[in-house]
């Protein structure tokens, strides 16, 4: 892909340094170059022989710093030979005189070789004064001290953000290989669940799920595929997970489903997807919201049932089964984006071709008291506000996980652990940035 296109894709090769980082010693501040024992004693008065701008080669020979001489310097050029410092301009003075007595009619900073700053004549040496020491070494970066030619900057399996991007095209790389975005199916399910674009009747409400879910796929670095609503009915719901895995075109990667998991009546999805003969690697997790959350797979010899038109279908379409993951997400709009965050985003970036992160929990002061039940590990949506080092983070008024309308205000989760009953204001707790 060009270059740009490819903000946040996953890195099929590595991203090599074609050359040393810096390519050449490479100056960090403006002032002079010097040699670092010729200013032992400050002040010091130091003979200026040239001047270099970045994107200018000093030619040795031409533009080196000897015993007692400076060359002008400007951040991003190259230090002459013969340097091994940079002073800062702003420890100089500069004056144009035939006698190195520069203090006394001296101009800061700049002075400029063959232009008489002061009024002296032009004909005079130029000198600078130095009126602090420095290190050997000081303010420039050795050639390859940040990188050698040939060494990796950038792992395959990284996603690119816009630092990745500059290194690549630091090394001149107008265009990267990436992997292919996984393809995640997306399907809700419920009878009370419509079409976002559908008016909902008395005792429904609209698909969010399927929205929020391909938003956080895309954001993971998937591509979300919506295969609509599953009823609460077993034979359309297993249909419809076959169509998700087999179905040409439509092959996907992973399967969310969102909805069916709990102790409901009409939970169907964990008993519809035992008959596909899935292997769940687990059925819960002690968390809130989220706790009935499954996930697993489907293996070979898929599809396992015998009935129904599209199973059969699919069936003689089906390309060489092999394993792959579902998970199963409860339907309130908060666990499942919470349980995404949590448990099926690493799936995802692992899919992608990414060395999958590891979650990153920050920590702020919190400012109000909070009080909970003990058990489960607690996500719950909560504003992150303050400036700087001051981060301050509360709960957000919400009435549990359906409560969508709470999330405009909120910017992250509060983590409480399950032992806690009670935290105090001005605590610092942990916090899942969302
Ligand atoms: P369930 O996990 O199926 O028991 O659903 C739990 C709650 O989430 C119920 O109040 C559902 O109406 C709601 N819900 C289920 N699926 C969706 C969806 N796709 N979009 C919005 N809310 C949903
Ligand atoms: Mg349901």
Not at 78 to 93: C, F, I, K, N
Not at 153 to 164: E, F, S
Not at 238 to 249: D, F, M, Q, S, V
Request: glycine share 12%; net charge negative; aromatic share 6%.
């Amino acid at each position: 892909m060009d270059l740009l296109a490819g903000l946040g894709r996953v890195l099929a090769e590595g991203i090599v340094a074609d050359r040393n980082f810096p390519p050449f010693d490479r100056a960090t501040r403006d002032g002079y170059a010097v040699r670092a024992a010729d200013l032992a004693e400050v002040p010091a008065q130091l003979e200026v022989v040239g001047e270099v701008k970045a994107g200018e080669w000093p030619e040795p020979g031409v533009c080196s710093v000897g015993r007692g001489q400076a060359v002008g310097i400007m951040t991003g050029a190259p230090l002459p030979t013969g340097a091994d410092a940079v002073v800062m301009v702003e420890h100089t003075s500069t004056a144009l005189s035939s006698h190195p007595n520069v203090a006394k009619n001296a101009t800061l900073g700049w002075g400029t070789l063959g232009c008489d700053t002061l009024g002296y004549d032009t004909l005079g040496e130029k000198f600078v004064e130095i009126r602090r020491g420095v290190s050997r070494g000081e303010n420039f970066v050795p050639r390859g001290a940040e990188a050698l030619a040939g060494q990796v900057l950038l792992d395959r399996g990284r996603r690119l953000d816009h630092a990745g991007i500059a290194i690549a095209a630091s090394v001149g790389k107008s265009r990267v290989q990436v992997f292919r975005k996984p393809r995640v199916a997306v399907l809700s399910t419920g009878d009370e669940v419509v079409e976002i674009d559908v008016m909902p009747g008395p005792a429904e409400i609209r698909n969010s799920n399927s929205y929020s879910l391909a938003a956080q796929v895309q954001n993971a670095g998937g591509e979300a595929v919506r295969l609509g609503i599953a009823p609460d009915e077993p034979r359309r719901l297993r249909a419809l997970i076959e169509e998700a895995w087999i179905e040409e075109g439509l092959a996907c990667d992973l399967l969310l489903l969102t909805g069916g998991v709990s102790m409901g009546k009409y939970d169907l999805v964990e008993q519809v997807l035992g008959e596909l003969k899935a292997e769940f690697y687990f059925t819960g997790v002690e968390i809130q919201p989220g706790r009935p959350v499954v996930f697993g797979s489907c293996g070979a010899g898929f599809p396992a049932c015998a009935d129904g038109e599209v199973a059969a279908d699919t069936r003689a379409r089906a390309p060489a089964p092999h394993k792959k993951c579902f998970f199963g997400l409860p339907g309130n709009p908060v666990s499942t984006m919470v349980t995404f965050e949590l448990l099926a985003r690493p799936m995802v970036e692992a899919l992608a071709g990414m060395t999958p992160r590891r979650l990153v929990f920050l920590r702020a002061r919190l400012k109000s008291e909070i009080r909970t039940k003990t058990g489960l590990k607690r996500f719950v949506p909560a504003v992150l506000s303050g400036e700087f080092e001051n981060a301050e983070v509360e709960l957000a008024r919400w009435q549990g996980s359906g409560d969508i309308a709470a999330l405009a205000g909120a910017n992250c989760y509060v983590v409480i652990p399950p032992e806690r009953e009670r935290i105090e204001a001005g605590e610092w707790v942990p916090l899942l940035m969302r």
